[in-house]
Nanobody
């Protein structure tokens, strides 16, 4: 079993920055992709950004140029640096780990609120 724990959410003013962190533990089979998803009230969960074991990244169009994803393979951690935050970025952010065998694991989520 794999456990994911997120941290770093909170309240920030528009234009501000936050960094989310996620650490994975348990029986992790490499290689795997780690990513961040978000779900706003009344909306479906959507991919924000992902990074493969080799370092290839993928971003939602809405966050390109503002968010940056990175990972530390030695520590089984993934980070999401969020800059120039907008009210529409408000959501619960979830960490995800997906193995190449198709298994997918989720964290419990961390709230990000962008408001003045």
């Amino acid at each position: 079993q794999v456990q994911l724990v997120e941290s770093g959410g909170g309240l920030v003013q528009p234009g501000g920055s936050l960094t989310l962190s996620c650490v994975a533990s348990g029986s992790i089979f490499r290689p795997y992709t780690m990513g961040w998803y978000r779900q706003a009230p009344g909306k479906q969960r959507e991919l924000v950004a992902s990074v493969t074991s080799g370092g290839s990244t993928n971003y939602a169009d809405s966050v390109k140029g503002r968010f940056s994803i990175s990972r530390d393979n030695a520590k089984n951690m993934v980070y999401l640096q969020m800059n120039s935050l907008k009210p529409e970025d408000t959501a619960v952010y979830y960490c995800n780990l997906k193995t190449n065998l198709g298994r997918s694991y989720w964290g419990q989520g961390t709230q990000v609120t962008v408001s003045s």
